[in-house]
Each structure stands twice: as C-alpha cells, then as structure tokens.
C-alpha cells in the first residue's frame, strides 16, 4: 500500500524559510516522478514543482522559481522541498503526489497526472 507523508510545514514570517518532507512507504520514491503542488482556501490546486524519475530534471512554477528548490534522499527515500524568501502568497497546503513508475515530469505540474498523494502540511506565512 502507497502511502505518503508530509511535515515541515508550519508558520513562518515573510522572508523566512522551510523545508517540507514527502516520506514514502510502499514504493521506491526514486523510480517515479514527485510533484509538490499547494492550495489556498478558494484557490485552485497548483503545481509548484517536480523532479523527474531517475534523474534530476526538475520543473518550478514562475511564482516560486528561485526560491523554491526540490531534492530526493534516496536512501531514506524521501522527498525535499526548501522555500526560501517566503512570501504571504505562499500560504497553503502544500501536498506531495506520485507519478506512473519511470514517468518524466513536466511543466506545468498538472495533478491528474499524479496517483497517490499526501494529506498535506499547512504553511502559513504571516506577520
């Protein structure tokens, strides 16, 4: 059974910075595409950022490129996602989801192409 796990979320000032975890049981994280994707209240699902399988091409929205840098621990087979410069409009659950096995990932990071996902971790950024 695939399951996900995220934590690192939490409340930060503007400017500051996280890092979320994506755990992975049941599947080797390693030989599928991640996306991290985040959800306001009223807003639609957005994708923020992947990394392919089996490589290291990784994909960033415009609104969190240069801020946001995704990353695999293989060995704990875990998945990374550092926010740096936070911003109020980064506020959201953050989930991680699963692609088909040896898929690549694309821009955008669309959620009907991912399987199994997350419950989600809250990140508020606030004052």
């Known amino acids: 059974q695939v399951q996900l796990v995220e934590s690192g979320g939490g409340l930060v000032e503007p400017g500051g910075s996280l890092r979320l975890s994506c755990a992975a049981s049941g599947l080797t994280l390693e030989y599928y595409p991640i996306g991290w994707f985040r959800q306001a209240p009223g807003k639609e699902r957005e994708g923020v950022s992947c990394v392919s399988s089996g490589s290291d091409t990784t994909y960033y929205a415009d609104s969190v490129r240069g801020r946001f840098s995704i990353s695999r621990d293989t060995t704990g087979n875990t998945v990374f996602l550092e926010m740096n410069d936070l911003k109020p409009e980064d506020t959201a659950v953050y989930s991680c989801?699963?692609?088909?096995?040896?898929?690549?990932?694309?821009?955008?990071?669309?959620?009907?192409?991912?399987?199994?996902w997350g419950q989600g971790t809250q990140v508020t950024v606030s004052s």
């Open positions: 989801a699963v692609g088909p096995k040896y898929n690549l990932c694309a821009y955008p990071v669309l959620p009907f192409l991912y399987n199994y």
